[in-house]
């Protein structure tokens, strides 16, 4: 009896960890902990450990605001933290929620296939179902009594480098079209569908300059502003009125990558990026600081440094150009990666890492890309090496 009362009291006045959730819209956890809450405390816990560069920073600051000012309209805060959070909630902090409800896949998670496209393979002959996204609450329960939240903070005040993001990026994530949040995400997918530049996706996908060439998703996808599914709806609905072509087709193609390298993280955990303990080794500093003396490389690591975005052909090459060429340990790019990226993400940033580097979901032992052949591919008059030189 004394038991289920302190049990009924925990659960009345709840803490809910936002993580990588930060949206309203189709968040099965958020309507989960609002159930039967009299008091509900949304937060965030920021680890002032954890390195982030300035553009990084800047996007999930960003993103955190618009949350809060989402909450305080439904009578909730936000509460931001500045410390690790606690192992139990490190999921929410590091997973990716997936297209696919797990429990709708045609395996148990320890049978997840051991290459890609023998999950694909499987996904599509059993037609999982993608499950439909879920409305916003309308109303949240107040946060427990005495509970003020404060402002979220800007980078500088939290003692993050500030660095404006580059005018020529391809992610210009300070234009209002571009910034972090719920609505913005939502609004770039409709804007994305309504130019129907998805019908060319699967040909321009691998260009190295522009803002159309690619959806553009997934700063907002790694942070949870819009979710796996709320895209892929979109996607069917627009195949529904224009047809499906290799363009829609393609591009869910590559939210089965995401789900299959977040399952992977599932199911063999993820290792924390390595700290980058040491810096100076030459090959590794030429890398970071855009100076290895091969100008297409350097280009795309200036245009990284700049703006905290890169097309994912860029990403393969100065990878496999660290990897392969310079010969440093995968672990150090893929920590740059996670302080830089606006769209890091643990687990398709240590998958794809590691797929170049020819570890787990690779059975043809690596990608070890001619970096010559790749600019004649895809940079032939060296517009781009000059684009970000
Ligand atoms: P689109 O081409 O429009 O694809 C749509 C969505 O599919 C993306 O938003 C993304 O969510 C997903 N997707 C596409 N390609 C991949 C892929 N190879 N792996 C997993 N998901 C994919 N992506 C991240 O989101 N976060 C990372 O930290 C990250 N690190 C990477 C590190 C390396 C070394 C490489 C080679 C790739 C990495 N990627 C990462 C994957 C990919 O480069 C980006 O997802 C993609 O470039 C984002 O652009 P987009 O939204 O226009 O993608």
Not at 265 to 281: F, H
Not at 364 to 378: A, D, K, N, P, T
């Amino acid at each position: 009896m004394r038991a289920d009362a302190t049990r009924r009291h925990v659960h009345m006045h709840r803490e809910f960890h936002i993580g990588r959730h930060q949206r309203l819209a189709d968040n099965p956890r958020l309507l989960e902990a609002c159930k039967g809450a009299s008091t509900l405390l949304p937060l965030y816990d920021l680890d002032p450990a954890i390195p982030m560069g300035p553009h990084r920073a800047a996007f999930l600051l960003d993103s955190l605001r618009e949350l809060q000012q989402q909450l305080r309209a439904l009578g909730s805060d936000l509460l931001l933290r500045l410390q690790a959070p606690n192992e139990m909630y490190r999921e929410y902090y590091d997973g990716a929620p997936t297209m696919y409800d797990a429990n709708d896949l045609p395996f148990d998670l320890p049978d997840l296939p051991g290459v890609f496209t023998s999950f694909r393979r499987l996904v599509e002959k059993h037609t999982t179902p993608i499950r439909k996204p879920l409305d916003a609450p309308l109303s949240l329960p107040p946060l427990p009594t005495g509970v003020v939240c404060a402002d979220i903070p800007s980078p500088d005040q939290l003692g993050y480098e500030i660095m404006e993001c580059d005018a020529r990026s391809a992610f210009p994530y300070n234009n209002e079209a571009w910034r972090a949040g719920e609505h913005s995400a939502r609004a770039h997918l409709r804007r994305y569908l309504a130019s129907r530049t998805i019908d060319t996706y699967k040909t321009t996908r691998n260009g190295l300059i522009g803002t159309g060439l690619s959806s553009k998703l997934s700063p907002w996808l790694a942070l949870g502003n819009i979710s796996a599914r709320s895209v892929a709806w979109a996607i069917r609905d627009y195949e529904q009125q224009y047809g499906a072509n290799d363009g829609t087709y393609w591009l869910l193609f590559e939210l089965v990558w995401r789900d299959y390298f977040s399952l992977r993280g599932r199911r063999y955990g993820l290792s924390q990026p390595a700290p980058i303990v040491d810096v100076d080794k030459d090959n590794f500093r030429a890398w970071i600081t855009a100076s290895t003396g091969c100008a297409f490389v350097d280009a795309g690591m200036q245009e990284l440094r700049s703006t905290g975005w890169l097309s994912n052909r860029m990403r393969q090459i100065v990878a496999s150009y660290l990897i392969h060429e310079l010969q440093a340990p995968w672990q150090w790019g893929e920590a740059w990666f996670a302080m830089q990226l606006i769209d890091y993400d643990p687990a398709s940033n240590e998958g794809n890492w590691r797929y170049i580097a020819g570890q787990g979901a690779d059975p043809r032992g690596g990608r070890h890309f001619s970096i010559e052949h790749q600019r004649l591919m895809y940079d032939p008059e060296d517009v781009y090496a000059h684009y970000w030189k």
